[in-house]
């Protein structure tokens, strides 16, 4: 028995060149007990053929809306419910616009709408093809309906090109595939938003306020929920680091965008917001850059940013039943925690030391403080992975009703 065994997964086939990376998809799926259908766009068979394709899956692999064999044999709504899960791989810019937008003129396209299977997507396409808004907004809109998506990864690509847009690797979406129909961990099953990162709070459209967040610890969170079984929204700010593997990435500039973002992914069982986000932002921010006029400085007025944390933990609806808030200090760290966790309205704070001193802000190691209403308990200094793991194993045994 292994962790997909019994389950059966429909793979739609995009057209293009990481269509041939599909073929070791099945395979790798396969070996983990899931048996696969394939659908191949006309895109698609431009690189691989249907005969590959069911070779590898021993089974038909399907092409064409309109074919008679195919609709008597087993028809494209059967195809939409006949599996626990649709794999979308390679996920081409056109198939995602063509999902957003709820298109249906051909047969992959067609069982896309009329399913209500979940859906996980592996884009795949040119780097400036991912990053166009269009691309970005139609990504939003999927996320937005509950397709969960993973990659694209950074790398070097078919046009000798380098950036975002590589195929996720068939083991990184087999594993995707694991989280979704056979999670396993301490989270498993448990929907977890992360919030990390800085935001920058423009001043015009090239001068920004910020701080000094690295994102370490947010996505160090990040990663070891998912690994501990968890579905992950990570919400960031603006960071140099990667993508996690296997999290559902959503990247924002401002503190409205992050709030905004964080109340698109909800629901949630847990919300853990390790962002350092600005506490101010320019109300009168120039729409032009503001130029420079001998002697005469620019007048910026501040105004408050939301608190994401505490608007969220006061919902009376829709608040994930557990809450975890930051508190990066230079002083008195612990009772300005306590202050916090009351002020916010969360369950619990992680509180750290962040005087220069500490090296914390951009570093690799941390010292925690874990502080409830009724607890405060003190971690020796750990790397930021380790606090992310050992506070992950905490979380799931709150969620399990362990030790707070
Ligand atoms: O008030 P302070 O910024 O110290 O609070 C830190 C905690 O509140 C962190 O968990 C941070 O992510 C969160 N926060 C927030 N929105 C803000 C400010 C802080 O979510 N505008």
New binding site residues.
């Given amino acids: 028995m292994t962790a997909l065994t019994g389950k059966r997964i429909l793979l739609v086939i995009g057209g293009g060149i990481a269509a041939y990376k599909s073929l070791d998809l099945i395979r790798r799926l396969r070996e983990r007990g899931a048996s696969v259908r394939c659908i191949l766009t006309n895109g698609a068979q431009q690189f691989i053929t249907p005969l590959a394709a069911s070779a590898l899956t021993g089974q038909r692999s399907h092409t064409d809306l309109f074919d008679r064999e195919d609709e008597a044999d087993i028809g494209h709504i059967k195809l939409a419910r006949d599996a626990d899960l649709i794999v979308v791989a390679p996920a081409t810019a056109n198939l995602m616009a063509k999902m957003a937008g709820g298109h249906a003129d051909d047969l992959a396209s067609t069982v896309l709408l009329a399913t209500t299977l979940p859906i996980l997507i592996a884009p795949a396409m040119n780097v400036r093809m991912w990053l166009h808004p269009a691309t970005q907004r139609n990504l939003k809109t999927l996320q937005a309906v509950g397709v969960h998506v993973v990659g694209p990864n950074e790398g070097a690509m078919a046009e000798a090109e380098f950036g975002p847009g590589r195929m996720a690797e068939p083991l990184e979406i087999a594993a995707a595939v694991e989280r979704l129909l056979a999670p396993s961990g301490s989270l498993a099953g448990k929907h977890v938003i992360v919030?990390s990162g800085p935001?920058h709070e423009p001043i015009d459209p090239v001068r920004y306020i910020a701080n000094r967040s690295s994102g370490k610890q947010g996505h160090a969170i990040a990663k070891a929920a998912a690994e501990a079984g968890a579905r992950v929204t990570l919400i960031s700010g603006p960071v140099t680091l990667p993508d996690p593997a296997g999290v559902t990435v959503v990247h924002v500039e401002s503190?409205r965008a992050?709030?905004e973002a964080v109340e698109q992914a909800l629901p949630a069982d847990i919300g853990?917001?390790?962002?350092?986000?600005?506490?101010w932002r320019v109300d009168n921010a120039g729409e032009q850059k503001i130029k420079k006029k001998d002697g005469a400085l620019p007048n910026l007025s501040l105004t408050?940013?939301?608190?994401?944390?505490?608007?969220?933990a006061r919902r009376t609806e829709g608040r994930p039943p557990l809450m975890?808030?930051?508190?990066?200090?230079t002083e008195n760290v612990i009772e300005?925690a306590k202050q916090?966790l009351a002020?916010?309205g969360?369950d619990l704070?992680?509180a750290n030391d962040v005087s220069t001193a500490t090296g914390v802000m951009g570093g690799d190691s941390n010292t925690v403080h874990l502080v409830t209403a009724s607890d405060v308990e003190t971690w020796p200094t750990l790397s930021k992975t380790d606090v992310a793991k050992k506070l992950v194993a905490r979380l799931g045994a709150m969620m399990g009703g362990g030790k707070p």
């Avoid at 408050?304 to 969220?312: S, V």
């Avoid at 975890?324 to 200090?329: I, M, S, Y």
């Fill in positions: 919030t935001t503190a992050m709030l853990i917001f390790a962002a350092a986000v600005a506490d408050e940013n939301p608190d994401i944390l505490a608007t969220i975890v808030g930051f508190a990066a200090e300005h916090k002020r916010k969360c704070i992680v």
